[in-house]
């Protein structure tokens, strides 16, 4: 089932940029759960094109309509049906590149997979698509509130310029969705430059998860980087994951990399958190952060060699209202996919008692 | 399903490091294929602890034992029962750390999930967990290469050490199973001193897989990096991933990461392959290529702070035949779980007559 | 993911009788299929309430919005999403039994169950649910059509009056949906009776596939009439399946039961269908035969003993536009299910290039 | 997955009749659990042939070997590996229907599925594949009991004879495993004459679960009743399910089919069950009750037209020790499958803290 993701707590979307609607069906979720309407809004808005200056100038309303499955604001344990209304669909817009395959892209891959293509936008692979996820995040983010469980991501390098001394004071104000740091405007500044210069840009988001109880995850197949892993990739755009020292740890000795325990205020407690919250795939307790590599966005103005889909060399130059960067809209959406997971592997381990 | 990986073709694995035997089911395997019992037994070779010298002096067999699926060195079309008997269970080794949580091990983790813990060598949390999987991606490779798809994997950089100049030319020499490489010597040697220091170093591996078709994968949950991380990072030890450019892309403007297409001898070609061969999720035909951080082992000589499973301080210092880097013994597992995921994709594609 | 069924096509649904709308996700749909409106539409006429004189006088449109999946006509080979809008939301219809566990009806158990029960019109165990069924099934009997593949069902029993010398010519007409035969006045008959007493009744349902191919289905737990069984016994009402001679099998001898096979024609033939069409779990290639028990609708104006939701004894009688018997309606949604599970089979068998 | 079924409780299977071995894992099985291998190896024993005088006089030992995920006697929560080796594989036996087709078989559909058949005993589709479902079931049990569920089927039809006037008080005694009935002299002289006619005979299963929670299952797909009959019909040789009232509720009226609710004794009591103990696909709290139609056994000595595999018309005669009916045999494996499908709901269910 391609188009869906997880074991008890399941979300299955659908929807191409410029059909009539996306939306999916969030199953699994448990009853009684009160259904913040002004929490799932706000968490929609956070990611709309043109919530923040340095997205592209389209307003998507992206407002979500629950179908079923919520009775009198409150979840009834059935299948919670959703939908997002396109409301401009302009497919006018993409007549240009109908026969071209866009670099970066999906189109070439695409076409190779289903023998044809909804050119219109990025059809199925369209980041609108990622609209439907940040619902589904929402509503595990009301799962996990209860718990005192808090997912929050933010963007600490763009560009190549690395947040400097940051803090950790979620949620993150726009325009980027970052921490409070000592580059915050270079930060900025580089893609407004890569804006002007018809280029784009890309950075790191830093995720963190705070509050989840240990043991959560399995040994083996279903570690719970293994299964964030996956669902963090399959955001479009994404290239790289790691959690704790990540990368870092395949250059230090053992000795620097294990956290070591202590008895602390009469509780286990790591000195350290190279692991990242995560150990053999389970949880430990401590904050769970990964960092994630969000490529450039590959729709740039700039003229780029490509091919037609007949078979002849060609030029293009995509126009159109593009982000020159889609990392403030990644954030809470790298959210939503961190939440959806946690949330799922909550209900399972729950099944066990524990 | 925890110990079950795969869609059409799927790895269901049981065992621990001190029980009678490991062993799982190969379930979906295509009839008629010949099972080559040479290759297989040099894969499992390869994985085996002491094969290498930089490896552990254990000496185990891990000799497969295939029990049904295969008639007449031809598989059937059904479930594919294998075990690996544990021919030396010496549970003795280890009632030093009985109570005792190892630094950097999922000791903690696992007694917060299952509220107990088979302390005897990591139970299912042990590296011997993956002898089955390299089993199954021997399969695999059956499978993938009469499709001429080949998996290799190898080893690029230990302890920050880089390979320097080094051209792909797989199969890669015992110990380091690393490419040929200007620094291949002090690679070699920063485990061994670390060995020396009762301590342990990590390092980065780097897989290839060249000859796959475009198509593969799928534009939202299923796509082939989000299939691939999930199966790569659930390798114990394994701290990130990524794909293509990967973390650089991020430095990276969308112009330069961009992969350009020409018409090259009649057929579409990329430029470059900063996607890694995979773009929006499906396989582009260009070589997929990621690479995969490995922590340090956790397990060290050196003495380290910890508690004890009752709440009390302690010092621990891990005796027995640890490697001092698991980077080796990785190289075969991460073929394996790369294998297995590309031929479950291919046969799901192979669904829809592509 | 209990709102979804199917491994390679699935079927994931939404919505209850009396929210905003019903819909769902139909994922892994082949790409390049001519989506066929006027089918659909005519399949869903079939099911709809008010379709045939035996049904309710309630009169729901039933028009399905297909949102996503499909270009220009044809099919993407990404998720279809798709709502049916609930015209008429009577909430106030249903307050007299807000607190009444109706007999045979799910209110008891689902409260057991949710803690909390959505009283209008059964709420997710409402038979609306099934449109979106009948709307999946006419998908894959798209899908079955260029295999030459049919699938159709009709009434061969109703309240013990069973169909006499009937013979097999499809699509059967309505009021019943039955095929032309002795009894068929006294069937219809017994249902106007039923209504005339505030009763209502039973009967059983003959579902036949035709032009399958012998090797659909797996030996084990994915016998292709295990996975049938699933799909239809989760048809509310449904009480009972068998396949081929079924309960009479129990009567009967081996030497009697079995289906002899002679070379006809140059060709494998079985001489007799005791099996059904099915052996071992997997087709012969015969005609795929099964009998569906379907229990009287529970909702009947008698009065009838029952309790109210906070534990005091009561009485019930249920008022409202009721059916005196859903074997008109159940027809449909039967072969719905039947198709997209053979088309699902058909899928992975395909992936084995048979 | 063909060769799994469940959810949060999975059993995977492999082995053939006539392979090393036959095995499987069982999956997502809670941790603390202390693992009654008495009770297993009676379990195992009513499953083996030979161990009723109805029975062929074959002597298997199934010996369940637990080869992970029980340490001291206790479950540790992982995967439960285990093999039942074949102690006895005589191949030659079955060289003289090498190539015939046997008649009521899955051979013919074999072939057709994967293009080759392994002939040695059914192959896959042996029912010597039912020994691990028996161990899985012995295992569900052992969670099951905690909750005060029991799990019991017998025998109450043989060839037509049906049983007369029973109580139920298992377990039933061998060789029939059928409850104390007037007519059980007539049903086991049934078998019998079968056995001497060189024939053999089929019959019903009856199944009963008690002490069940109301509120197992789901609305819509995963219906108690949908799941049951998946897990019930994939035992070779069942054509026939139903629940309650069954096939007889087609004949009766809503009033009289419809289960009366009054309190009694302060709680709430249904004062019949035709229901069968599940509505609207969710437990009632009632004993669920079904029956299970078994045909003849297909191998029969007597003399029965078939074809060759290469395309010739032929008689055959299968010789060999076969069970003249399967009934007693398959007594243990329907409790088996009932008792793995109510104890993963039963999981399930918990997740959601109910």
């Not at 979720?29 to 968490?43: H, K, L, M, T, V």
């Not at 293509?117 to 589904?136: L, M, N, P, Q």
């Not at 600490?156 to 001394?165: H, P, S």
């Not at 403030?328 to 799922?344: F, G, Q």
Request: hydrophobic share 35%.
């Amino acid at each position: 089932m391609p188009s869906t993701i997880g074991t008890l707590l399941s979300l299955t979307t659908f929807g191409e940029s410029h059909g009539a609607a996306l939306g999916g069906v969030l199953d699994g979720y448990p009853a009684g759960i009160a259904i913040d309407e002004d929490f799932i809004r706000s968490e929609m808005d956070r990611r709309r094109p043109g919530s923040t200056s340095l997205g592209t100038s389209r307003s998507e309303a992206d407002s979500v309509r629950i179908l079923s499955g919520v009775m009198d604001g409150v979840s009834t344990g059935t299948a919670i049906g959703f939908i997002i209304e396109n409301s401009s669909q302009r497919s006018s817009d993409y007549s240009s590149i109908q026969h071209l395959y866009r670099p970066g892209h999906a189109d070439y891959a695409y076409d190779a997979k289903f023998g044809l293509r909804d050119y219109r936008g990025g059809g199925r692979s369209s980041g609108r698509e990622t609209a439907c996820r940040v619902f589904g995040g929402a509503m595990a983010k009301l799962l996990l509130r209860r718990e005192a469980i808090s997912v929050d991501a933010g963007v600490i390098e763009v560009g190549g310029i690395r947040a400097e001394g940051y803090g950790w004071n979620p949620p993150f104000p726009a325009p980027l969705y970052a921490p409070e740091n000592g580059n915050l405007e270079r930060m900025i500044d580089e893609i407004e430059q890569a804006r002007r210069d018809g280029d784009s840009v890309g950075g790191i988001i830093e995720c963190r998860i705070r509050g989840v109880m240990a043991g959560l995850g399995d040994p083996v197949f279903d570690k719970l980087d293994a299964t964030l892993s996956r669902a963090i990739m399959s955001i479009g755009g994404v290239k790289g994951i790691e959690f704790g020292s990540g990368f870092e740890s395949a250059r230090m000795r053992g000795s620097a990399n294990n956290d070591p325990m202590r008895i602390v205020d009469g509780r286990p407690a790591f000195l350290s958190n190279n692991a990242g919250g995560i150990l053999g795939g389970i949880s430990t307790g401590e904050d769970i952060v990964m960092r994630i590599a969000v490529k450039p966005t590959p729709s740039i103005s700039k003229e780029q060699l490509t091919i037609t889909d007949d078979g002849r060399d060609a030029a293009i130059s995509v126009k159109g209202r593009h982000d020159p960067s889609i990392l403030p809209r990644a954030v809470p959406v790298v959210e939503a996919m961190a939440a959806l997971t946690i949330a799922d592997h909550m209900l399972v381990q729950r099944a066990y008692g524990r």
